[in-house]
């Protein structure tokens, strides 16, 4: 595993080689002294072309618990303000010695551009609706401690399924787990291509939960929509809000997850964001082990 684009080519096993190593570094993020030396003398560039506070933080600190440089892109600041290209730019960085890249872009592909242009390992921390790796992995990661096994565990994503990167990654990974995954929205946000062995799509809320082990709100993205998507965001959260009464249709065990940022009591309600099946600041402390893991199998352990 050189780079993490998406999970083209990947397998259950080396899912869970990277969640077995997510566990020790659960047991390092524990100790008083939360840092270990194996990444020491390497330098990460988090090129971030588009705003993050929970990917861009937690990747940040994942490196430097492991004892790596970090040096951080600001695409605002940069010679892009001027027309440079970001082909140039990767080189440049590249030119400067630093050994892996973590990207956030608003174009598809972006990652695959800079893994090309620079020759260096590269992780997809989003790039604009195709995928967003490794926050599928820290779901998944969430709902293996939650639960153990995933086989056979429904899980109901809820929302702007057309918009979502994350949907998406989570539609290839949770199924290779053995969970079966349903995607739900409104029709107009319910891209038909999504469906596929593990994956069902329907616009009823009510029954996308039924039997669910977990519901996923997701964030409506308006900053990736044309109008004509919805009716009124009164009418959206009327008929999609994930809260307690939607819950109901669950069972006891179910846990509630979003991947952030949430608007609260439009696709989640605040009561149900912070209540006792929320699982959302879980997810936000399971990113920095799971991503320390990815960086580990990339840079040092690829053998393991």
Not at 83 to 95: H, K, Y
């Amino acid at each position: 595993m050189r780079s993490l684009l998406d999970f083209g080519g990947w397998s259950e096993a080396r899912v869970n080689a990277i969640f077995d190593t997510a566990d020790v570094m659960k047991e390092v993020l524990a100790r008083p002294v939360k840092k270990v030396p194996a990444l020491q003398g390497l330098t990460i560039c988090t090129a971030f072309f588009e705003n993050s506070t929970r990917t861009r933080m937690s990747f940040e600190l994942a490196a430097r618990r492991m004892s790596a440089d970090v040096v951080t892109f600001a695409a605002g600041a940069s010679s892009l303000s001027k027309g440079e290209s970001l082909r140039d730019t990767v080189e440049t960085l590249g030119a400067m010695q630093v050994d892996a890249f973590i990207v956030r872009h608003e174009a598809s592909g972006a990652a695959h551009l800079v893994e090309r242009y620079s020759g260096k390992p590269t992780i997809n921390a989003g790039d604009g609706r195709r995928a967003h790796p490794t926050q599928a992995l820290l779901d998944a990661y969430t709902l293996r401690r939650e639960f153990g096994d995933l086989a056979g565990r429904k899980v109901a994503i809820i929302g702007d399924v057309r918009h979502s990167r994350v949907a998406r990654s989570n539609a290839e990974l949770l199924p290779m787990l053995g969970a079966r995954v349903t995607l739900c929205g409104p029709a107009t946000l319910l891209p038909g291509e999504l469906a596929r062995r593990g994956v069902t799509l329907t616009t009823d809320p009510h029954e996308a939960v039924k039997g669910a082990d977990a519901v996923m709100a997701l964030r409506l993205q308006h900053e990736r929509m044309n109008a004509g998507y919805l009716g009124s965001l009164q009418e959206y959260a009327r008929h999609y809000q994930v809260n307690d009464a939607l819950l109901l249709r669950t069972g006891e065990h179910a846990v509630v997850m979003h991947p952030g940022p949430m608007n609260r009591d439009l696709e989640i309600s605040g009561e149900t964001a912070s209540g006792p099946r929320s699982r959302i600041v879980q997810q936000v402390e399971n990113g920095l082990a799971v991503r320390m893991s990815v960086l580990y199998h990339l840079l040092v352990g690829r053998g393991e």
